[in-house]
């Protein structure tokens, strides 16, 4: 199946600094991705929809200017938590569509935790 | 709007006993069902799929759902559990023309040995 990675697996900050993840599908081409944040125990919550091109889609309550997403290319989609603060810490995970039904392939994950 | 339900936050069973791990849907039009796995600290890995076609659809390491349109139902199944089977599981739906997966609340499964 399709192939997607996020880097970093992992990252600790400090509040007020801004972290960027990026979200790659590395053996075909995503025109769509999503960015989710998931809490312990908790389902994924989709955050926004990631077009190559254009300005992503925010879903309800997602604050746009504090979660910058960029998606400059077919293979790369970056999600940059701006000002972070203790409250952001979480799990962010990513997706992209592929395939004839527009399956969505999973990244790995990014665990931020700010300080 | 498309709604997913997972009834049981957890279900426990014994190794190699079978499994089954429950949902239910709610979309307009012919539903697109996934089921995923997460292993702690790790994203979604896709078990399966029902897009059309037979109701039981086969996947990823011995699983296999059923597609039952009248109960608006997916449940997963294993006939005999492996502990190694541990891990949350997600159920998801989405529309036909849509691009939006919408996901149920998981289930955790854990496989006594």
């Known amino acids: 199946g399709a192939v997607v990675s996020q880097h970093p697996s992992w990252v600790i900050c400090k509040s007020g600094t801004s972290v960027k993840i990026e979200c790659r599908s590395l053996d075909f081409q995503a025109t769509t991705m999503f960015w989710y944040r998931q809490f312990p125990k908790q389902s994924l919550m989709l955050m926004a929809t990631?077009?190559?091109?254009?300005?992503?889609?925010?879903e309800q309550g997602v604050e746009k200017d504090k979660f910058l997403i960029n998606h400059a290319s077919l293979t790369l989609s970056t999600l940059t938590v701006t000002s972070a603060h203790p409250e952001d810490s979480s799990f962010y995970i990513c997706?992209?569509?592929?395939?004839?039904?527009?399956?969505?392939?999973f990244g790995p994950g990014t665990r931020l935790t700010v300080l | 709007a498309q709604s997913v339900a997972q009834p049981e936050d957890q279900v426990n069973v014994a190794e190699g006993n079978p499994l089954t791990v429950k949902c239910t849907y709610s979309?307009?039009?012919?539903?697109?069902l996934f089921w995923y796995v997460q292993y702690p600290n790790r994203g979604l890995q896709f078990l399966l799929k029902?897009?059309?076609?037979?109701?039981l659809v086969k996947g990823s390491y011995g699983f296999e759902a059923e597609f039952n349109k009248s109960q608006t139902s997916f449940h997963l199944k294993k006939p005999s559990a492996l502990v190694s089977d541990s891990a949350l599981y997600f159920c998801a739906v989405r529309a036909p023309y849509g691009q939006n997966f919408v996901f149920g609340p998981g289930t955790r499964l854990s496989v006594l040995p």
């Open positions: 997706s992209a569509n592929s395939g004839t039904y527009n399956e969505q392939f």
């Open positions: 990631s077009n190559e091109g254009s300005k992503a889609t925010y």
């Open positions: 029902y897009i059309t076609g037979d109701n």
């Open positions: 979309v307009s039009g012919n539903p697109y």
